[in-house]
């Protein structure tokens, strides 16, 4: 099964590369999610499944037909944080199809974590993800476009470009810049 031709794209090694990371930034979310849905292993599902396919266990096309499991665990949760947490799950998974949704992922985090204790938790999250990219990740999220920029893409005009997500990838975007 081939991916959409978009810069976002990224090639499936990189992708590879980022879904290991857009799987840790979603974990450190999970328990937000797991405080009001203990018993819906979704989004914990959509996660290990994106590490799996980091360390090439499973094939982009079998977690292609996945990506949107755990999207749907975000409907059977109310709070706003459990909600951003099964999203971040979500755009994990996605990166199988997409690697633009690596920043997905991140960006979600970072939103669920405002959302349980502020908004200096936004910019703590933002530093944590930023401190615990590799150079491999660095590498391969430097290749993708500035938000907003490419519009085939989850960084294009939609939801992850504008708003609290947008201002968040924006954030790690110019972050990416000023790293080594």
Aim: with cysteine.
């Amino acid at each position: 099964m081939g991916v959409v031709g978009s810069p976002q794209t990224l090639s499936e090694a990189d992708r590879r590369t980022v879904a290991l990371w857009a799987a840790d930034c979603a974990e450190r979310a999970l328990p937000l999610f797991e405080a009001e849905a203990p018993s819906d292993a979704r989004p914990a599902d959509a996660i290990a499944r994106a590490k799996a396919f980091g360390r090439g266990e499973l094939d982009a096309a079998g977690q292609i037909r996945q990506r949107f499991v755990a999207g749907r665990a975000a409907s059977a949760v109310v709070g706003p944080a459990a909600v951003a947490a099964a999203r971040s799950a979500a755009q994990a998974s996605g990166v199988a199809h997409m690697g633009a949704h690596a920043l997905g992922a991140a960006a979600y985090g970072a939103k669920a974590a405002g959302l349980a204790s502020g908004e200096d938790a936004i910019d703590a999250e933002i530093s944590w993800q930023l401190d615990h990219m590799t150079d491999p990740v660095r590498t391969a999220l430097r290749r993708l476009p500035p938000r907003g920029e490419d519009p085939a893409g989850p960084l294009g005009s939609g939801l992850l470009a504008s708003g609290v997500l947008g201002s968040i990838i924006g954030k790690l975007q110019a972050g990416l810049n000023e790293l080594d």
